[in-house]
């Protein structure tokens, strides 16, 4: 069956440290692939985003991703986090022809002073 | 500015109440979905919709139904509410003039039975 999975739940950085959100993948092929962002009290927003080509791709917000079929994975990363970065992310993944996304548990970032 | 909106952010209900969840989206889209958000589950999806009237089944479509009249408009409707409906809902839909996959949601409709 076809699956995502974050297996980070929470994770706490200091502001100003390097992040990484780990997202992996199960499918037959390899699914266009998606990271988005909930802040608190909101709906979710596209980061960025991987169909094919450069497997290093540049999101909004200082967001990049880098994906490895080797490894079935489809990581998040930014340099230096901010404050406002704090939030619930989600790595989604869809087949191609097939509009419905498949999102992972999500992992919420907590930054600490 | 692309707008997907909810009616109602937050409401409470008595279990076996009829509920009605709206959201309109003003982006053209033929493509809308109802999700359901729960702590540690992530997003799920309930029912989508590709064209006016139609409708298909998501991964949890048990206790929910539909209804899409207009393309800009994509209705859940919970029959008889329980209290394991007790969720948040978000409502999307789909462009895919960049490419499949961008989703706009809206905000959110929280939803507790009581």
């Known amino acids: 069956a076809q699956s995502v999975t974050q297996p980070d739940i929470h994770i706490t950085v200091s502001e100003g440290a390097s992040l990484e959100l780990r997202c992996n993948y199960s499918y037959g092929a390899t699914p266009y692939l998606f990271w988005y962002v909930q802040s608190p009290g909101q709906g979710l927003q596209l980061l960025l985003k991987?169909?094919?080509?450069?497997?290093l791709v540049q999101g909004i917000k200082g967001f990049e991703a880098e994906f490895k079929r080797s490894q079935s994975s489809f990581n998040l990363r930014k340099p230096s986090v901010h404050w406002s970065d704090a939030a619930e992310y989600f790595c989604?993944?869809?087949?191609?022809?097939?509009?419905?996304?498949?999102f992972g548990t999500g992992t919420r970032l907590t930054i600490i002073p | 500015d692309v707008k997907v909106t909810q009616s109602s952010r937050y409401l409470v209900k008595r279990t076996g109440e009829k509920v009605f969840l709206e959201c309109v989206q003003d982006?053209?889209?033929?493509?809308m979905f109802w999700y359901r958000q729960d702590p540690g589950l992530g997003l799920r999806l309930i029912y989508f919709?590709?064209?006016?009237?139609?409708?298909e089944k998501g991964d949890i479509p048990e206790g929910y139904s539909v209804s899409r009249e207009k393309k800009e408009r994509f209705s859940l409707i919970l029959e008889s509410a329980s209290t394991n409906q007790t969720s948040m809902y978000l409502c999307a839909s789909l462009s895919w003039a960049s490419g499949p996959g961008e989703l706009f949601f809206g905000e959110g409709s929280r939803l507790t039975v009581l």
């Open positions: 919709s590709y064209d006016v009237k139609m409708k």
């Open positions: 982006m053209d889209h033929e493509n």
């Open positions: 989604a993944v869809a087949m191609f022809g097939n509009e419905k996304l498949t």
């Open positions: 991987y169909f094919s080509g450069d497997t």
